[in-house]
T-cell receptor, first 116, second 116 residues
């Protein structure tokens, strides 16, 4: 089955700095890669996703890049703010068959702390 | 638009007791997922439904866990009997479908289970 590795496990930055979280996956059939933000005691919320037909996607201060050959994808947050502090999870899935079809395999999570 | 609804939000039980969790997905979402999230980890899929059919229950510990989605809308996850190791957050998610552009998953707030 799919295996997703996420690094770093904790990340501390100053407000205004950039933050980068990296994930690798194992199943070459995976083609859908969402990122979720989870605040303490809250539900995971989808913040951005990318499908394997594109290499990069941006939404305001958030961007995701995908290298399908190397099987890794990254989340980039620019101009970080204290309210960006949360746990971030990457995930991988297939929307077109394979063992990862229809289910998200999550990374272990990254605790991001943005200091004012 | 209402999101995924789960109840109860918190449950404390003695070991060996039964417990049930309820989930109502986003209206029109055919695919429903139950995930288990242990503290400090990413969610792990327990079971996935397409309408009323359980299409992936390979991760569900069937000796004590059961689930149903009789009318293809809301769903119940049951544990009987509960063990100490079952203490975790049980998350429900839904999506329009499993394939193509319809597999974006939206999560409910979860039920935090504590087994004493």
């Amino acid at each position: 089955g799919e295996n997703v590795e996420q690094h770093p496990s904790t990340l501390s930055v100053q407000e205004g700095d950039s933050a980068v979280i990296k994930c690798t996956y194992s199943d070459s059939a995976s083609n859908y890669f969402p990122w979720y933000k989870q605040e303490l005691g809250k539900r995971p919320q989808l913040i951005i996703d990318i499908r394997s037909n594109v290499g990069e996607k941006k939404d305001q201060r958030i961007a995701v890049t995908l290298n399908k050959t190397a099987k890794h994808f990254s989340l980039h947050i620019t101009e970080t703010q204290p309210e960006d502090s949360a746990v971030y999870f990457c995930a991988a899935s297939s929307d077109a068959g394979g063992t990862s079809y229809g289910k998200l395999t999550f990374g272990q999570g990254t605790i991001l702390t943005v200091h004012p | 638009e209402a999101g995924v609804v789960q109840s109860p939000r918190y449950k404390i039980i003695e070991k060996k007791q039964p417990v049930a969790f309820w989930c109502n997905p986003i209206s029109g979402h055919n695919t429903l997922y139950w995930y288990l999230q242990n503290l400090g980890q990413g969610p792990e899929l327990l079971i996935r439904y397409e309408n009323e059919e359980a299409v992936d229950d390979s991760q569900l510990p069937k000796d004590r866990f059961s689930a149903e989605r009789l009318k293809g809308v809301d769903s119940t996850l049951k544990i009987q009997p509960a063990e100490l190791g079952d203490s975790a957050v049980y998350l429900c998610a839904s999506s329009l479908g499993s394939g193509g552009r319809w597999n974006e998953q939206f999560f409910g707030p979860g039920t935090r289970l504590t087994v004493l």
